[in-house]
């Protein structure tokens, strides 16, 4: 059974920093790119991140680029996610997923789509006062 669980979420002030975890279980975790993605109430699931298997690759919307970074540790299986320069617009539940594209050399916007990724984990709540 394939299990994703985040942690190290929690309330920050603006400007603050957090790093997000996702523990892997249940799958050969290497074969897998992995994401970050959002959300707020109300609103859609939104990307935030990616990382192809080898951690080579690493893609970020644009509301995040040179504020976030996604990494991962292939030994542990755990993906992260540091966040600095937060804003009350980053707030909302964060979600890590596992995806495994049929072919390695799909374009980067299919990291963007969550309807492409396989496994999901619970979430992590982050809020950001101002």
């Known amino acids: 059974q394939v299990q994703l669980v985040e942690s190290g979420g929690g309330l920050v002030q603006a400007g603050g920093s957090l790093r997000l975890s996702c523990a892997a279980s249940?799958?050969?975790?290497?074969?897998?790119?992995m994401g970050w993605f959002r959300q707020a109430p109300g609103t859609e699931r939104a990307f935030v991140a990616a990382?192809?298997?080898?951690?080579?690759?690493?893609y970020y919307a644009d509301s995040v680029k040179g504020r976030f970074t996604i990494s991962r540790d292939n030994a542990k299986s755990t993906v992260y996610l540091q966040m600095n320069s937060l804003k009350p617009e980053d707030t909302a539940v964060y979600y890590c997923?596992?995806?495994?594209?049929?072919?390695?050399?799909?374009?980067?916007?299919?990291?963007?789509?969550?309807?492409?990724?396989?496994?999901w984990g619970q979430g992590t709540q982050v809020t950001v006062s101002s």
């Open positions: 990382i192809t298997w080898s951690g080579a690759n690493t």
């Open positions: 249940g799958l050969t975790f290497n074969n897998y790119a």
């Open positions: 997923a596992a995806v495994r594209p049929r072919d390695y050399s799909v374009p980067y916007y299919y990291y963007y789509a969550h309807k492409n990724y396989q496994y």
